[in-house]
């Protein structure tokens, strides 16, 4: 199966200032891929010459087979796009608007599907008015899928969630690419990106640093896991394992051990415990890093994902 999207080469400048400077991108079919960056760092416009909405200056790009720059429309009726920001018709319902844009597209999915995907159903005949922010954005998320595209560009699009709601959305984007969609997501909440995405870039200063899975960045920044536990006043610590001597108790008393071998150092602490008659290590917690702490490291970047990119 060919690529949803192949990029080579591509750059955009703004006078003086290179936004996107000559990334390669492939990005597989029926995946969630997750575009990450600092504000300024050129994903927005990425994105934008990606939809058809900004003319790159140098590069080859392909979207399902289209050049957006000049394929706009055919590539339109392929692809749905969940802005940043947008605004409902106040006086419509959304079973309306939905109605309204599957006309745009020539296989539409059923309206009452695409409301019961979002979890609009209870409130189709609503206006939109009356309509809750969360509300709001799972109609914007309905009207990205009503034309059953083949690839959905993301854009924050659980902003305004509570918790519950945000795990909703996760199923929702989890059911698109069940059905074969492909899902271009950009997000401030990284978490979602490392719960979602099978493949994440990293871009800054308009270009890719980094792009793999959660696993490989770890591998690529040998980042270490932290095994840490409280143990009991009886216990003589001074037997414990070799790697765990040098180590002195926290204000709390936990004894933590950062890690590049956590499997062999866990297996020697629990045989450890076992021969004490320790059954169970007391608050033991196996930590890795997780996406926020390597995003931060790398790109070293202190500004908040959440707001508005300059480019």
Do not use: C
């Not at 058809?52 to 796009?81: T, W």
């Not at 095994?227 to 204000?251: F, K, M, V, Y």
């Amino acid at each position: 199966m060919p690529p949803a999207i192949s990029i080579s080469g591509v750059t955009k400048q703004y006078g003086p200032v290179t936004a996107v400077d000559s990334v390669d991108l492939e990005i597989e079919a029926g995946q969630v891929y997750a575009l990450l960056g600092p504000n300024g760092a050129g994903k927005t416009t990425l994105i934008e010459i990606l939809e058809g909405y900004r003319q790159r200056d140098a590069g080859h790009v392909s979207v399902l087979g289209f050049d957006p720059q000049r394929q706009r429309g055919e590539l339109n009726r392929r692809v749905g796009i969940v802005l940043q920001r947008s605004t409902p018709m106040e006086g419509l319902t959304p079973r309306e608007m939905l109605n309204f844009s599957a006309r745009l597209y020539d296989d539409p999915m059923n309206t009452d599907d695409a409301l019961e995907l979002v979890g609009l159903a209870e409130h189709a005949d609503r206006r939109g008015s009356k309509l809750s922010g969360g509300q709001k954005r799972r109609l914007d998320l309905a009207t990205s899928v009503i034309g059953n595209p083949d690839l959905i560009f993301l854009d924050e699009p659980t902003t305004g969630f509570d918790a519950t709601a945000r795990r909703q959305a996760w199923e929702v984007v989890r059911g698109l690419t069940a059905r074969g969609a492909t899902v271009i997501l950009t997000t401030h909440y990284l978490d979602e990106a490392e719960h979602l995405a099978q493949k994440i870039g990293l871009i800054k200063d308009g270009r890719i640093i980094f792009e793999g899975d959660i696993a490989g960045l770890r591998r690529e920044m040998e980042t270490e896991t932290r095994i840490s536990w409280q143990p009991p006043n009886e216990l003589d610590l001074t037997e414990l394992p070799g790697e765990w001597q040098p180590i002195r108790a926290g204000p709390d008393g936990r004894l933590s051990l950062p890690t590049q071998s956590p499997t062999v150092d866990l297996s020697r602490l629990i045989e450890w415990a076992r021969q004490r008659g320790l059954d169970e290590i007391p608050e033991l917690q196996v930590e890795r890093p997780d996406l926020e702490e390597m995003y931060l490291e790398l790109v070293d970047d202190s500004q908040s994902l959440g707001q508005a990119e300059g480019s």
